[in-house]
């Protein structure tokens, strides 16, 4: 999920705020910090896209 940062201050907010919680600046960028969501990792991607490969090997041979 994409997180927004002051451009001010540098305050990381979870949501998108009409304005910032710490100094009350209107303009937030979208962040991508290292704690960004799991799909944000391309590792990550690539491990569920193996996961659904195998899964549907295994539907395919249950019915075989
Ligand atoms: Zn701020």
Do not use: F, Q
Request: net charge positive.
């Amino acid at each position: 999920m994409t997180k927004w940062k002051c451009d001010n201050c540098g305050t990381v907010h979870r949501s998108n705020p009409s304005k910032c919680r710490s100094c009350g600046n209107t303009v937030l960028s979208p962040y991508h910090g290292d704690e960004g969501g799991l799909l944000d990792d391309p590792r990550m991607r690539y491990g569920l896209i193996a996961l659904a490969v195998l899964l549907a090997l295994l539907v395919l041979i249950a019915v075989l």
